[in-house]
């Protein structure tokens, strides 16, 4: 057993900020599965939301995000989060994040929902950027040790020690590159690894999204909420050496307008917003046609702006495409819907905390009340920044869970898999149905097929991790089945259509907006 102050575990902007925030007497040990890079969070293009013009204000803010999230959003949250916003972009400018200027501020975009440019970015890739300014900084940072290819098991909790306390006490890790499992003991422990776009089969996120901290906090006691609100991002590059490459909607913002194959713009007729309208209507609006017309994509057409604006403005999208034989100065982009962002998960208060002691959950695997029924473009990486540095001033002014002797993790009567196959084909039929039952449209039946055939798989699931000894594989999709079950869960239990929530059991909205909330037994 090794201690330490504060285990993070992840590594994308929430978890940097968190860390970088923490005072230098904290030893902070910051686990990650794969590489540090590895993160929804790198891989953001559009920006970071927040009131920076003149003709801007928090108001306008907290108002665009609350319609966005359909009535579900918790308005003191939002406040707290768009009020806070400014302060925490300016740690991060102190950080040495480039943003983009004009004149002698900032460049701002917009994208969709927004009523102002409040755009904070670094031409297409701002998580990048964002990213390899915060890495560097943790690098540097003489109280932080950084460990890759470590993979949270399980959470230690008070009740797993027989004891009748509930309190996280750390975690189990296992050591990839080792293959061995270690035992972490923490004063706080931090949830911070990102969301589950990986339970379907078409996604923006990276690899590592498989909902590891909602699984791991809903069995250590945790409540979820308003996990049926799963983010369809409308426009990833439907291309196949593409992997899920995101078209981010700034380019929306500036002007691109989609498209029919014969060249029909069609967004006027499902929104006054046309193009601008929130994600779950463009979303919807995009599988609508796609579906009406039998078509495997649309198109994104921003050929009207001039060649040197459009490169100037979207660099890495120009750069990809053209590497994909696609020069977007001339021709569309053919775009389709992908899942981007877990809009619920673990419910938390304004510092992160969550129903157990001494644990954290921040970033997307958290539901602050922020995003509602439909999160609003770049919010995200604020809420990353605003949520980071309030857990870092509680931690630093909490106490710490109390020491306790834990014991070693257990394989004496486990043996090694004989069949790998079986975690390979649960995973492939995982992603499958999920993204045919409880994608972007649902009915009751199609919830039904999902739930019947979850529990098949977690039976298989539980058995396999009680008979052979773990691995990468066999923990994400152990996590993997839980959330989607968590998510199925959530969906049955909403009888409406609202935001991100779409039925057509229930196409109405109810005249009260109530969160989706389940309690662990």
């Known amino acids: 057993m090794e201690t330490c102050d504060v285990l993070i575990i992840g590594s994308g902007l929430a978890a940097a900020t968190l860390a970088l925030s923490l005072p230098e007497r904290l030893r902070i040990l910051m686990i990650t599965k794969k590489a540090i890079t590895d993160s929804s969070s790198q891989m953001a293009q559009g920006g970071i939301a927040s009131v920076q013009a003149p003709n801007d204000d928090f108001d306008a803010h907290v108002r665009d995000t609350l319609e966005a999230g359909a009535g579900l959003c918790d308005a003191a949250r939002v406040r707290h989060v768009v009020e806070n916003g400014p302060a925490a972009l300016d740690w991060l400018i102190r950080q040495g994040v480039p943003f983009d200027r004009e004149g002698s501020g900032y460049h701002l975009t917009r994208e969709g929902g927004h009523s102002h440019r409040r755009i904070l970015h670094v031409a297409d890739a701002t998580g990048n950027s964002v990213q390899t300014t915060l890495h560097a900084r943790l690098r540097a940072a003489p109280n932080i040790e950084i460990r890759t290819q470590h993979l949270a098991i399980d959470l230690i909790t008070g009740r797993k020690l027989g004891l009748d306390e509930a309190t996280v006490h750390g975690a189990y890790v296992l050591n990839i590159e080792a293959d061995q499992v270690e035992t972490i003991a923490a004063g706080h422990t931090v949830l911070a690894t990102g969301g589950a776009g990986k339970a379907f089969l078409y996604t923006s996120n990276p690899d590592t999204a498989t909902g590891d901290g909602i699984a791991m906090a809903w069995r250590a006691g945790c409540r979820v909420a308003n996990l049926e609100f799963i983010q369809f991002h409308p426009t990833c590059l439907y291309h196949p050496q593409a992997k899920s490459f995101l078209i981010t909607e ?20 499902h929104d006054v917003r046309a193009e601008l309208a929130p994600r779950d209507i463009v979303a919807r609006a995009i599988d609508f046609e796609m579906k009406k017309r039998g078509l495997d994509c649309v198109y994104l057409d921003i050929t009207h702006k001039p060649a040197r604006f459009i490169i100037e403005h979207f660099p890495n999208i120009y750069a990809r495409c053209k590497e994909l034989g696609i020069d977007i100065t001339q021709s569309w982009l053919p775009v389709a819907p992908a899942t981007h962002y877990t ?19 921040i970033g997307e695997t958290s539901n602050t009340g922020l995003h509602g029924a439909n999160r609003l473009a770049s919010n995200s990486l604020l809420e990353c920044l605003v949520y980071g540095r309030s857990a870092a001033r509680d931690i630093a002014e909490s106490p710490a869970a109390p020491d306790r002797p834990l014991p070693d993790w257990d394989e004496s009567r486990v043996t090694d898999a004989d069949e790998q196959v079986v975690i390979t084909h649960n995973w492939h039929e995982l992603r499958r149905f999920m993204w045919d039952y409880v994608g972007i449209i649902r009915t009751n039946k199609r919830l039904e097929r999902a739930s019947h055939r979850i529990r098949l798989l977690r039976e298989e699931i539980d058995e396999f991790y009680s008979n052979f000894r773990v691995t990468n594989d066999l923990i994400e999709l152990r996590n993997l089945v839980q959330t989607a079950e968590l998510i199925v869960r959530c969906a049955q239990m909403r009888r409406e259509s609202r935001g991100l929530h779409a039925s057509r059991d229930y196409p109405d909205l109810l005249p009260t907006a109530e969160n989706t909330i389940l309690v662990p037994d």
């Open 250 to 269: 700034a380019m929306r913002g500036e002007g691109a307008l989609l498209r029919l194959p014969d060249g029909t713009r069609f967004m006027p007729e």
């Open 343 to 361: 809009c619920g998960g673990v419910m938390v208060d304004t510092a992160g905390r969550t129903d157990v002691a001494n644990l954290y959950a």
